[in-house]
């Protein structure tokens, strides 16, 4: 809750957030617009003096001193505006900042129900862009409407005191103005909260249909979920027309109204002038004021509407967020509960809307440490009476306690840290590893519950009882590990190479091409068999084509003109063959080409083909050769080269090795190369510039995975040498020492979206990982090992029945039957009622639903 | 096979160009749509005794042996029994091409065997730009389906009466 004001979040008026913020730099503000105004009056005065006394009595002195004056006090003027402005805009996204904390805070302690009826969309758009128009107009929420009407005031003023009938007579047409303006923006806003709506519900029918993608490409959905947007497109066109015609309504009014006052002026001042009653001075410094006036008016108008339109998107978010949290996040009065885990159930019930019962009269009393399986047929009540226990849902029949303390008394912090709740799909967070193995933890540590976090020991442990550690070696093996962690390793990595490349060679023979420096590499670009290194930015050729030394040596040795021609042939069979297929990325999968650079190929080529492809401008002729460079025959089935150029190919790659980066072939393929220059430039780049690093025996590829360097050479069927070669590498670890290193490294692989990289199997065990690193005194599983295979549940089970055994109070919703027999207590639940409670023996013996249950599975 | 309908570049679209329009399901199909599938296939070679699919995994390919020979095999009661051998120029795995569901059978090399692969994607994606074309090919590929079938079927038959089981011991499926 904010320490300015304890009214419900959703509940504030607008102004609140205003008038109880940053109060010092806003009254600064205020005494720096009243400065201001002096300075914009002052130039008038000025005006008025040059014409009556410099002009007319010939004063030359007098007017630079006039003029120079009123230079000085415009620019003045123009500064401190500036100043008001940046100012005003800063405080309005300190108080953004403030109000989205609080309302995101706010909405991620509603309950879940809120959730699942609310669209996502809807949250995210009220977070983001929603609450950015309201900060555009917070920061001058109180300065614009002072400065405009002060400003107004003084012009109006110094009008007055020039000729009190005449400024009179032109603040007029104000009154008229204040009637008709407020009638069309009453009419705009109207108007305005509909288009809000309907905004919204246009982001809630696209990110329900992305969502959904599945369903509408599956369903081939396409016109059926089109219709429904452009049902609302024709709406909000609607609703953008009239708003526009009303608010060019209000701008010609104005314009109206702003015409009228020079009208009367020069009617009646001039009048006034003829007839030596009015200098000519006062009525230029009079038109200038009147022109000014103007300024403060508009200001009014646009404040209350930019005013009108902030406080209906305002109502409408905090309309939307209008909820109560359930619980609090923590007691004011004590420290959060250290409990023992007695669980306790007397005739609870749930029920939702009032109508229908999900839970009724449950049941239990489970002594602390003991483990209880729920059972029973989908849509019997076990999984939501886990929900319950752990707070995410709340009874609202009968008690249920944990030591005797009523649940929904608890408060979020409590239940944190008391009890470990996996569910059936558990969210992965974006990040590593290692970031969602401690999430759990972390959050504790965060609310002061936890002091330490565990290290990496736990980690690891935790790890392999869960059954991550093949995986964790896995991800390991396809990180790219950074330099300065992989060099002190490298010794004991090529050791690794080198066992690979004696016992596994001939295993691996048709599923991986392995580095020779004798042989064409069919998987490796044209860029990387003729240099036979990894470079900056390999095996993209960019840096490649810009290197000296390797557009000499292709020069030389008379390989440009054949590499140009070969990406020739490679532009045009892929537009032959491609040529309409160019919005779609999965054709261009067997060609170097990019779909995207289709267009531009076709002009290249039409380009080349009428001037001859030596007369092209070198940077014309760098794409044909980025694209021979690119092109890997294994891969890119689109073109291929005969025996031999791949020949020729590997010959230019000796002489490359040998006299540009003066390497001895016999040393590279042997392994005894001197690789200290090549770690050096990786340790140290500013100091040692190295551009090619060869595919040497003894040389770790610092840009290649921890997988290509051991392997060292190119994976070409990933399932087959994943499969065979994580149970190997894990006991090669072993052997060579590494395997805490390798597990870090590991723990360290990023999940992607969401966890987009892993299986929900791996899913799964990092969610009961991240539950057990807790430590909590209650484990709550929701079939939490449903997607793992036989082994991994078997394992998982056998932890818990032998480490958790009288330390964790287990309750566990279990799907398969075979595993329950080591539980204290079985619950059988069926239409959300208990059926069977009791150990596992006794209720075998009597023969009843779970018996039945067992011998039918 | 006249100039005008063979690929006229030099890529090894042309190898399996001729293969597949000798195949099966896809001879009498237009150059320009068997082109496509011949560039988006794919080879692969597989071990004696290696694996190429199995029963229960999710079906995303269809398979086209080129060179070497593929046991069937069906678990059954625990047991895998081999149902067909299969030898250059067979297809196998082409109900993939029309459906999703998981493998019913095994598929695995006897000696090193050559393969060509089509993916269900890439099917997909080439007949949505030809759609005209779908119809005759899908007959194809059910025409196939049901040769193997009686293939399978007689195989099977043919087995059990070596077996001794003679023809008026009573219906085998009852």
Same mark, same amino acid.
């Given at each position: 809750?904010?320490?300015?004001?304890?009214?419900?979040?959703?509940?504030?008026?607008?102004?609140?957030?205003?008038?109880?913020?940053?109060?010092?730099?806003?009254?600064?503000?205020?005494?720096?617009?009243?400065?201001?105004?002096?300075?914009?009056?002052?130039?008038?005065?000025?005006?008025?003096?040059?014409?009556?006394?410099?002009?007319?009595?010939?004063?030359?002195?007098?007017?630079?001193?006039?003029?120079?004056?009123?230079?000085?006090?415009?620019?003045?003027?123009?500064?401190?505006?500036?100043?008001?402005?940046?100012?005003?805009?800063?405080?309005?996204?300190?108080?953004?900042?403030?109000?989205?904390?609080?309302?995101?805070?706010?909405?991620?302690?509603?309950?879940?129900?809120?959730?699942?009826?609310?669209?996502?969309?809807?949250?995210?758009?009220?977070?983001?862009?929603?609450?950015?128009?309201?900060?555009?107009?917070?920061?001058?929420?109180?300065?614009?409407?002072?400065?405009?009407?002060?400003?107004?005031?003084?012009?109006?003023?110094?009008?007055?005191?020039?000729?009190?009938?005449?400024?009179?007579?032109?603040?007029?047409?104000?009154?008229?103005?204040?009637?008709?303006?407020?009638?069309?923006?009453?009419?705009?806003?109207?108007?305005?909260?509909?288009?809000?709506?309907?905004?919204?519900?246009?982001?809630?029918?696209?990110?329900?249909?992305?969502?959904?993608?599945?369903?509408?490409?599956?369903?081939?959905?396409?016109?059926?979920?089109?219709?429904?947007?452009?049902?609302?497109?024709?709406?909000?066109?609607?609703?953008?027309?009239?708003?526009?015609?009303?608010?060019?309504?209000?701008?010609?009014?104005?314009?109206?109204?702003?015409?009228?006052?020079?009208?009367?002026?020069?009617?009646?001042?001039?009048?006034?002038?003829?007839?030596?009653?009015?200098?000519?001075?006062?009525?230029?410094?009079?038109?200038?004021?009147?022109?000014?006036?103007?300024?403060?008016?508009?200001?009014?108008?646009?404040?209350?509407?930019?005013?009108?339109?902030?406080?209906?998107?305002?109502?409408?978010?905090?309309?939307?967020?209008?909820?109560?949290?359930?619980?609090?996040?923590?007691?004011?009065?004590?420290?959060?509960?250290?409990?023992?885990?007695?669980?306790?159930?007397?005739?609870?019930?749930?029920?939702?809307?009032?109508?229908?019962?999900?839970?009724?009269?449950?049941?239990?009393?489970?002594?602390?440490?003991?483990?209880?399986?729920?059972?029973?047929?989908?849509?019997?009540?076990?999984?939501?009476?886990?929900?319950?226990?752990?707070?995410?849902?709340?009874?609202?029949?009968?008690?249920?306690?944990?030591?005797?303390?009523?649940?929904?008394?608890?408060?979020?912090?409590?239940?944190?840290?008391?009890?470990?709740?996996?569910?059936?799909?558990?969210?992965?967070?974006?990040?590593?590893?290692?970031?969602?193995?401690?999430?759990?933890?972390?959050?504790?540590?965060?609310?002061?519950?936890?002091?330490?976090?565990?290290?990496?020991?736990?980690?690891?442990?935790?790890?392999?009882?869960?059954?991550?550690?093949?995986?964790?070696?896995?991800?390991?093996?396809?990180?790219?590990?950074?330099?300065?962690?992989?060099?002190?390793?490298?010794?004991?990595?090529?050791?690794?190479?080198?066992?690979?490349?004696?016992?596994?060679?001939?295993?691996?023979?048709?599923?991986?091409?392995?580095?020779?420096?004798?042989?064409?590499?069919?998987?490796?670009?044209?860029?990387?068999?003729?240099?036979?290194?990894?470079?900056?930015?390999?095996?993209?050729?960019?840096?490649?084509?810009?290197?000296?030394?390797?557009?000499?040596?292709?020069?030389?040795?008379?390989?440009?003109?054949?590499?140009?021609?070969?990406?020739?042939?490679?532009?045009?069979?892929?537009?032959?063959?491609?040529?309409?297929?160019?919005?779609?990325?999965?054709?261009?999968?067997?060609?170097?080409?990019?779909?995207?650079?289709?267009?531009?190929?076709?002009?290249?080529?039409?380009?080349?083909?009428?001037? !001859?492809?030596?007369?092209? /401008? %070198?940077?014309? =002729?760098?794409?044909?050769?980025? &694209? #021979? *460079?690119?092109?890997?025959?294994? +891969?890119?089935?689109?073109?291929?080269?005969?025996?031999?150029?791949?020949?020729?190919?590997?010959?230019?790659?000796?002489?490359?090795?040998?006299?540009?980066?003066?390497?001895?072939?016999?040393?590279?393929?042997?392994?005894?190369?001197?690789?200290?220059?090549?770690?050096?430039?990786?340790?140290?780049?500013?100091?040692?510039?190295?551009?090619?690093?060869?595919?040497?025996?003894?040389?770790?590829?610092?840009?290649?995975?921890?997988?290509?360097?051991?392997?060292? !050479?190119?994976?070409?069927? /990933? %399932?087959?040498? =994943?499969?065979?070669?994580?149970? &190997? #590498? *894990?006991?090669?670890?072993?052997? +060579?020492?590494?395997?805490?290193?390798?597990?870090?490294?590991?723990?360290?692989?990023?999940?992607?979206?969401?966890?987009?990289?892993?299986?929900?199997?791996?899913?799964?065990?990092?969610?009961?990982?991240?539950?057990?690193?807790?430590?909590?005194?209650?484990?709550?599983?929701?079939?939490?090992?449903?997607?793992?295979?036989?082994?991994?549940?078997?394992?998982?089970?056998?932890?818990?029945?032998?480490?958790?055994?009288?330390?964790?109070?287990?309750?566990?919703?279990?799907?398969?039957?075979?595993?329950?027999?080591?539980?204290?207590?079985?619950?059988?639940?069926?239409?959300?009622?208990?059926?069977?409670?009791?150990?596992?023996?006794?209720?075998?013996?009597?023969?009843?639903?779970?018996?039945?249950?067992?011998?039918?599975? | 096979?006249?100039?005008?309908?063979?690929?006229?570049?030099?890529?090894?679209?042309?190898?399996?160009?001729?293969?597949?329009?000798?195949?099966?399901?896809?001879?009498?199909?237009?150059?320009?749509?068997?082109?496509?599938?011949?560039?988006?296939?794919?080879?692969?070679?597989?071990?004696?005794?290696?694996?190429?699919?199995?029963?229960?995994?999710?079906?995303?390919?269809?398979?086209?042996?080129?060179?070497?020979?593929?046991?069937?095999?069906?678990?059954?009661?625990?047991?895998?029994?081999?149902?067909?051998?299969?030898?250059?120029?067979?297809?196998?795995?082409?109900?993939?091409?029309?459906?999703?569901?998981?493998?019913?059978?095994?598929?695995?090399?006897?000696?090193?065997?050559?393969?060509?692969?089509?993916?269900?994607?890439?099917?997909?994606?080439?007949?949505?730009?030809?759609?005209?074309?779908?119809?005759?090919?899908?007959?194809?590929?059910?025409?196939?389906?049901?040769?193997?079938?009686?293939?399978?079927?007689?195989?099977?038959?043919?087995?059990?009466?070596?077996?001794?089981?003679?023809?008026?011991?009573?219906?085998?499926?009852?």
């Amino acid at each position: 809750m904010s320490k300015f004001d304890t009214t419900p979040i959703t509940k504030r008026t607008l102004f609140s957030w205003i008038i109880n913020r940053f109060r010092g730099p806003q009254l600064m503000l205020l005494g720096v617009i009243i400065v201001s105004l002096f300075f914009r009056v002052y130039p008038l005065e000025m005006q008025r003096k040059i014409i009556n006394e410099a002009i007319n009595l010939k004063e030359i002195d007098l007017l630079f001193l006039y003029c120079g004056l009123y230079m000085a006090a415009v620019l003045v003027a123009g500064l401190l505006k500036y100043f008001i402005n940046s100012y005003q805009a800063i405080i309005g996204q300190k108080i953004l900042i403030e109000m989205r904390q609080e309302l995101y805070n706010h909405i991620l302690r509603l309950p879940l129900q809120f959730f699942h009826r609310t669209q996502t969309g809807t949250i995210i758009s009220a977070l983001t862009a929603e609450l950015n128009a309201i900060g555009m107009f917070l920061g001058g929420a109180l300065a614009i409407p002072v400065t405009s009407f002060l400003t107004f005031l003084a012009f109006a003023g110094y009008m007055i005191y020039l000729n009190p009938f005449l400024g009179l007579i032109s603040m007029t047409v104000y009154p008229f103005e204040l009637v008709v303006v407020p009638l069309l923006q009453k009419r705009y806003n109207a108007i305005n909260r509909t288009r809000v709506t309907v905004t919204r519900a246009m982001a809630n029918l696209v990110n329900e249909a992305s969502s959904g993608i599945h369903e509408v490409q599956a369903n081939a959905g396409f016109d059926l979920e089109k219709t429904r947007l452009d049902r609302l497109v024709e709406r909000l066109y609607i609703i953008m027309r009239r708003l526009s015609i009303l608010k060019y309504g209000i701008k010609f009014s104005n314009n109206l109204f702003q015409s009228l006052g020079p009208f009367l002026l020069f009617l009646i001042g001039g009048y006034l002038a003829i007839n030596g009653q009015f200098t000519i001075g006062a009525l230029v410094a009079f038109l200038s004021a009147y022109e000014k006036v103007y300024d403060p008016w508009k200001e009014i108008i646009e404040y209350y509407q930019d005013y009108q339109d902030a406080e209906v998107r305002y109502r409408q978010i905090m309309e939307a967020f209008d909820l109560e949290p359930e619980y609090l996040l923590a007691a004011p009065d004590r420290k959060p509960l250290t409990l023992k885990g007695h669980i306790e159930a007397r005739n609870v019930g749930y029920t939702i809307d009032n109508t229908t019962r999900l839970l009724d009269e449950v049941t239990f009393d489970l002594t602390p440490g003991s483990h209880m399986a729920l059972i029973g047929f989908s849509g019997s009540g076990k999984s939501t009476l886990s929900l319950l226990i752990g707070q995410l849902y709340s009874h609202t029949q009968g008690v249920l306690s944990v030591d005797n303390i009523e649940i929904n008394e608890m408060t979020k912090l409590d239940i944190a840290k008391n009890i470990s709740f996996v569910s059936q799909h558990p969210f992965i967070f974006t990040g590593t590893v290692r970031d969602n193995l401690l999430y759990s933890c972390s959050a504790l540590q965060r609310s002061g519950v936890l002091d330490e976090l565990p290290d990496s020991p736990d980690l690891i442990n935790m790890i392999a009882n869960v059954g991550l550690a093949e995986d964790v070696i896995r991800w390991g093996l396809r990180t790219v590990i950074p330099p300065r962690q992989a060099y002190p390793l490298v010794d004991k990595f090529l050791r690794m190479r080198d066992i690979v490349s004696s016992e596994l060679r001939r295993q691996f023979s048709h599923v991986v091409e392995f580095y020779d420096a004798n042989l064409f590499l069919e998987y490796s670009t044209l860029g990387i068999n003729l240099t036979f290194s990894s470079y900056p930015g390999s095996p993209h050729v960019e840096g490649l084509i810009g290197n000296e030394p390797f557009r000499a040596f292709i020069k030389d040795n008379a390989l440009l003109p054949w590499l140009l021609e070969l990406g020739r042939s490679i532009a045009k069979t892929t537009i032959t063959l491609l040529a309409d297929f160019q919005n779609d990325e999965f054709f261009f999968q067997g060609s170097p080409m990019e779909p995207d650079q289709l267009d531009s190929y076709i002009a290249l080529v039409k380009k080349a083909d009428s001037k !001859g492809i030596e007369q092209l /401008k %070198d940077q014309d =002729q760098d794409r044909f050769l980025a &694209l #021979a *460079l690119l092109f890997t025959p294994g +891969q890119h089935k689109i073109y291929t080269i005969s025996r031999a150029d791949k020949d020729r190919i590997v010959a230019m790659r000796q002489k490359f090795l040998q006299n540009v980066l003066g390497i001895d072939l016999e040393q590279c393929r042997n392994g005894v190369l001197q690789r200290t220059i090549y770690d050096m430039a990786q340790m140290a780049p500013e100091r040692h510039a190295i551009f090619f690093t060869p595919f040497c025996a003894s040389q770790y590829l610092y840009s290649h995975s921890l997988l290509d360097n051991i392997i060292f !050479g190119t994976v070409i069927e /990933k %399932d087959v040498v =994943q499969s065979t070669l994580a149970p &190997l #590498a *894990l006991q090669l670890f072993k052997d +060579q020492g590494l395997l805490d290193e390798v597990f870090e490294i590991g723990l360290d692989f990023h999940v992607g979206s969401k966890g987009d990289k892993l299986s929900g199997g791996q899913k799964q065990k990092i969610a009961i990982a991240t539950a057990l690193l807790k430590n909590a005194p209650i484990l709550i599983l929701d079939e939490a090992t449903a997607s793992l295979d036989n082994n991994s549940q078997a394992r998982i089970q056998q932890y818990i029945n032998t480490q958790l055994r009288k330390t964790t109070t287990v309750i566990a919703v279990m799907h398969r039957l075979d595993m329950i027999a080591g539980y204290d207590h079985i619950l059988v639940m069926k239409a959300g009622k208990v059926v069977e409670s009791g150990g596992y023996t006794e209720l075998m013996k009597e023969r009843g639903i779970l018996y039945e249950l067992v011998n039918n599975s | 096979m006249s100039s005008s309908t063979t690929p006229e570049c030099n890529c090894r679209i042309t190898l399996d160009f001729d293969i597949l329009r000798q195949s099966q399901v896809f001879a009498g199909a237009p150059a320009e749509v068997v082109k496509l599938f011949a560039y988006l296939s794919r080879h692969r070679t597989y071990q004696p005794g290696a694996s190429i699919l199995l029963q229960g995994d999710k079906a995303e390919n269809c398979y086209l042996i080129i060179s070497g020979e593929v046991d069937i095999i069906t678990r059954h009661r625990d047991q895998e029994i081999v149902v067909q051998r299969l030898r250059p120029g067979s297809f196998f795995g082409e109900l993939a091409l029309l459906a999703r569901f998981d493998w019913f059978f095994s598929a695995r090399a006897t000696q090193e065997t050559e393969i060509l692969i089509i993916s269900r994607e890439g099917f997909e994606k080439v007949l949505s730009k030809y759609p005209e074309k779908r119809d005759k090919i899908t007959e194809k590929v059910i025409q196939l389906r049901i040769s193997r079938f009686e293939n399978q079927t007689a195989n099977l038959l043919d087995r059990l009466l070596e077996a001794g089981l003679s023809a008026d011991s009573g219906p085998l499926i009852g």
